[in-house]
Every structure is written in structure tokens, then in C-alpha cells.
């Protein structure tokens, strides 16, 4: 009775450690859940369009991320095989698109009369590049693939070694996926996540289905719109009170279902659409902050990596260095090199992310600092490892967790600062739409009672810096082990 006594709890403990470890495999399965439905979705949108035989390949291709999800959640033996071609295949997948889209490049430039009258010098092409009817949604589709199933097989492997352990030991918890659950068990992951995913889905579906091309105001807008309030809901009680008259055709509605809802934002003073320039505004803000904070890490990391392992001059003159960019306002940094190189989308991410710099390369400073003393810096060095092998092996991958929850937090700052690039009128130029730009645009109405043209592109900067403020919240809280409570 005693040894029954003690082993219940023990049989248990391993039940509950069994159903844990799979937590990260049904994760994975989760993604191919979403992968399935995205493909899903996409051949209804081509049946929509006639297109028939897209429809019918991406419904066939949907059944692969299907039986990938149902094999790993039911732990099937041929698995993982099908899973690494099935990603193999989409990183061929992947490297096509991008090939395709540098043969569209050369066509385009080989067609092109003006550079072929240059002689097809290299000043002549780059002259003419930016002109050039250029196809970056196959780029950017080729380099989506490309990131998705590379990362998806990483995971495989993850998953695979995992399972190799879990053999040898039944209550193995790995380090990645007790972070995983705590991090999808934090609400401030979950809200700021299905924010922060749902303005990806919004950035990159918006210029596939609905097109921007940026025409001249009369052929882009209905000036007979101009500065029409929102439909649907507003519109009906603004109709109710007598602020409005029905203008539209056959009878007045006399109830809400009969109102018509075609432009829920409203339009503004020229007569273009506010909801389809918002959701295009955040495609372009949040490219321009997931660029600049890219250009801010790869460049700050560098450099307080480099200082703050080889210490002495090298330390003090890049330290000096990013002190005197500290000493200027971020943003009017920012303008001051927009002025230089002149306004534009370009010129503002180049900003933006100069401008950022000096925050990662002190954080990555005080990590290489506090790890280049450390037993397995010390051990590595002893083995004969480079200098480089070293950061790049060692302090490195440790100094992760900061700069990852530092980026995350940069990115809401990087649309701020982008919005208001755009509301000075250094940012994107008119007529293509972005966030800071329609906010500077309201302000001539503002005050006349027009509040929608203002009122939500102001709720879209707010929901984009929310989401990505709450997701960096969640990464601290996951990843500092002050923060954790465990």
C-alpha cells in the first residue's frame, strides 16, 4: 500500500509532463492550421476572379499544410519526412520567385529605349530604375516563402531533437518551449499579438487585392465625394437627425439594414476613400518601421559588440561616437538628414534608422561587457576560437533576449517617428497614401467638423504602436528571468 501510495503521484506527474511536451508540436501544427486556411482563402479570392486553375492549385496545395498539422498533432511516424520535403519544396519555391523577379528586372531594362540609348551604362540604369514599372509584390511573395520555410524547418529540427530527448528522459522540458508556453500564456502576448498579426495580414493582403497606384487626384478620387461622412452606422443617425439628406438612389431607408455601407471611413477633401488609404497608410508605416529598426540592430548591434568586446580606444571612440548622435533629439536628427538627402519614403527609413542606432549599440555594449569575462568566453578563447567566432558564436546568441525585446519596443517608436516624418511632409509624397501625411492633410478640416478624416488614421497609429508596445512587454516579461516570477 505504501509503494502504490507513492507512485500515483509519480504516474501522475509524468502524465502531466507528457501532454506538456508536446505543447511546442502543437504550436507548429497551429501554424500549419493558419498556412492552410491563408492558402484557402487565396484560391477562393482567385475564383472570384475567374482564375480557375490558380484555384484548383491552391486548393491542392492546401492539402499539404493540412496533413502536415493533422500528422503532427497525432504524432504519425512518416512526419517529419513530409514536413522537411513539403518545406524544401517551398524553398525552392521561394528562390523562383525571387529568379523570376530579377529576369522581370532585366526585361524591363533591356526594353527600356532610354538606357538602351545610354549604351546601357550603370548611371543610366540606376537613373532609370526607380521609374520602371517594377513588380516588387513577386520579390517580396519569393522572399515571404523564402524566411517561412527556412524558419519552419529550423522548428522541424527543433522538434525532432525534442522528440530524441524526450526518449531518453520522459519529463524533459526544454528551455525554448517553457518560454514558448509562458510567453502564449501572457495576455499582453496574446492582445498585442493578434494586433500586431492582423496589421501583417492587412499589410500584406491590402496591395494585392485592392491596388494602389498612387493616380492623380481626378482619376483617384470623386470629387462629388468630397468630404461625404462615413456610411453604415454614422451615416444613419447623421441621416436621423436631419444633418444629412439622402442623396442616394430609390427611396430613403427607413431602417439600418437598408442603409447602404460602402465607405464606413468617410472620404476626404479630394474625394478618396479613408478606409482604403488607412489600410494602405498602415502597409507603408509598418514596412518603414520594420526597415529602420533593421538598419538600427544590424548597425548598433555591430558596433557595441565590437566596442564592448575589444574595450580600450576602439570602445571610447565608438562610445564618443554614438553619445554626440545622443546628444540630438531623435526626431530632429531625423529631419536634419531628411533635409540633406531630400524627402522621400527611402530617405525617412535611412533616417529613422540612423537615427536608433546609438540605443541598440549601448544595450549590445553592456551585454558583450558583462559576457566577454564569462567561463565559456574564457574556455573558447582558450581553444584558439577567433575574434570573430567568438561574437559571433558566443556573446552574440546570448545577448539575444534584450535586443529582441529593445527591437520590438522600436518598432512602435519607428512608426511615431515616421508619422511625424509624414505630418512635416518629409515622408512619403503625395498622392500615395501614409499615416502622418493624412493626419498633417486633416488639419485643414479638423476644425470644420470633419473628424473622420482625421479620426482614423489618429486610431490606426495608436492600435499599431499599442500592438507592438504590449508584444515587447511580453517578450521582457518571457525573457528576463527578474521579470518572470519562476
Known amino acids: 500500500m505504501v509503494q502504490v501510495a507513492a507512485s500515483a503521484p509519480g504516474v501522475a506527474d509524468l502524465t502531466s509532463a507528457r501532454l506538456a511536451s508536446s505543447y511546442t508540436a502543437r504550436v507548429y501544427a497551429a501554424v500549419m492550421i493558419v498556412l492552410t486556411l491563408f492558402i484557402v482563402l487565396a484560391g477562393f479570392y482567385q475564383s472570384v476572379r475567374g482564375i480557375y486553375i490558380d484555384t484548383l492549385a491552391a486548393w491542392g496545395i492546401a492539402v499539404f499544410p493540412a496533413v502536415l498539422a493533422w500528422g503532427i498533432w497525432t504524432n504519425k511516424p512518416w512526419r517529419y519526412r513530409l514536413s522537411a520535403a513539403v518545406h524544401l519544396a517551398g524553398v525552392l519555391l521561394g528562390i523562383y520567385q525571387i529568379v523570376r523577379w530579377i529576369a522581370h528586372?532585366?526585361?524591363?531594362?533591356?526594353?527600356?529605349?532610354?538606357?538602351?540609348?545610354?549604351?546601357?551604362?550603370?548611371?543610366?540604369?540606376?537613373?532609370?530604375?526607380?521609374?520602371?514599372?517594377?513588380?516588387?509584390?513577386?520579390?517580396?511573395?519569393?522572399?515571404?516563402?523564402?524566411?517561412?520555410n527556412v524558419g519552419l524547418l529550423f522548428a522541424l529540427r527543433y522538434l525532432r531533437q525534442e522528440e530524441a530527448e524526450r526518449c531518453i528522459d520522459p519529463t524533459y522540458h526544454s528551455g525554448t518551449e517553457l518560454l514558448l508556453r509562458r510567453f502564449l500564456t501572457n495576455n499582453s502576448a496574446r492582445v498585442g499579438g493578434s494586433v500586431v498579426v492582423l496589421l501583417l495580414l492587412i499589410t500584406y493582403l491590402m496591395p494585392r487585392v485592392s491596388p494602389y497606384y498612387g493616380r492623380i487626384v481626378l482619376q483617384d478620387g470623386d470629387l462629388s465625394s468630397r468630404l461625404r461622412p462615413p456610411d453604415c452606422l454614422i451615416?444613419?443617425?447623421?441621416?436621423?437627425?436631419?444633418?444629412?439628406?439622402?442623396?442616394?438612389?430609390?427611396?430613403?431607408?427607413?431602417?439600418?439594414?437598408?442603409f447602404p455601407c460602402e465607405h464606413p471611413f468617410g472620404f476626404d477633401k479630394n474625394g478618396r476613400d479613408v478606409m482604403r488609404r488607412v489600410l494602405h497608410g498602415i502597409s507603408v508605416s509598418l514596412?518603414?518601421?520594420?526597415?529602420?529598426?533593421?538598419?538600427?540592430?544590424?548597425?548598433?548591434?555591430?558596433?557595441?559588440?565590437?566596442?564592448?568586446?575589444?574595450?580600450?580606444?576602439?570602445?571610447?571612440?565608438?562610445?564618443?561616437?554614438?553619445?554626440?548622435?545622443?546628444?540630438?533629439?531623435?526626431?530632429?536628427?531625423?529631419?536634419?538628414?531628411?533635409?540633406?538627402?531630400?524627402?522621400?519614403?527611402?530617405?525617412?527609413?535611412?533616417?529613422?534608422?540612423?537615427?536608433?542606432?546609438?540605443?541598440y549599440?549601448?544595450?549590445?555594449?553592456?551585454?558583450?561587457?558583462?559576457?566577454?569575462?564569462?567561463?565559456?568566453?574564457?574556455?573558447?578563447?582558450?581553444?584558439?576560437?577567433?575574434?570573430?567566432?567568438?561574437?559571433?558564436?558566443?556573446?552574440?546568441?546570448n545577448s539575444l533576449a534584450p535586443l529582441i525585446v529593445q527591437a520590438t519596443l522600436g518598432l512602435g517608436s519607428a512608426v511615431i517617428q515616421a508619422a511625424a516624418l509624414g505630418f512635416l511632409g518629409l515622408g512619403q509624397q503625395p498622392p500615395f497614401p501614409e499615416l502622418g501625411k493624412m493626419l498633417a492633410e486633416s488639419r485643414e478640416v479638423m476644425t470644420s467638423g470633419q473628424w473622420w478624416v482625421m479620426l482614423f488614421p489618429g486610431i490606426a497609429v495608436m492600435m499599431i504602436v499599442l500592438g507592438f508596445n504590449l508584444l515587447g512587454d511580453a517578450l521582457r516579461d518571457t525573457l528576463d528571468p527578474k521579470l518572470r516570477g519562476t
Open 105 to 148: 528586372v532585366v526585361a524591363l531594362i533591356l526594353a527600356d529605349p532610354t538606357i538602351a540609348e545610354a549604351g546601357g551604362t550603370w548611371d543610366a540604369i540606376r537613373a532609370k530604375l526607380p521609374s520602371l514599372p517594377v513588380d516588387t509584390l513577386l520579390l517580396a511573395d519569393g522572399i515571404l516563402l523564402l524566411l517561412i
Open 235 to 258: 451615416g444613419w443617425l447623421r441621416l436621423q437627425q436631419g444633418v444629412d439628406r439622402w442623396q442616394g438612389e430609390g427611396p430613403q431607408p427607413t431602417s439600418l439594414s437598408e
Open 287 to 359: 514596412g518603414i518601421s520594420i526597415i529602420a529598426v533593421g538598419i538600427s540592430v544590424l548597425a548598433g548591434v555591430s558596433i557595441g559588440l565590437t566596442a564592448g568586446y575589444l574595450g580600450g580606444w576602439v570602445d571610447s571612440l565608438l562610445m564618443r561616437l554614438m553619445d554626440i548622435m545622443l546628444a540630438f533629439p531623435a526626431l530632429l536628427l531625423a529631419i536634419a538628414i531628411v533635409a540633406m538627402r531630400g524627402p522621400g519614403l527611402e530617405n525617412a527609413m535611412i533616417a529613422i534608422g540612423i537615427t536608433g542606432v546609438p540605443a
Open 361 to 397: 549599440a549601448r544595450l549590445a555594449r553592456s551585454m558583450s561587457i558583462a559576457l566577454r569575462e564569462q567561463e565559456f568566453v574564457t574556455a573558447a578563447r582558450g581553444l584558439g576560437a577567433t575574434e570573430r567566432r567568438i561574437l559571433s558564436q558566443h556573446i552574440l546568441p
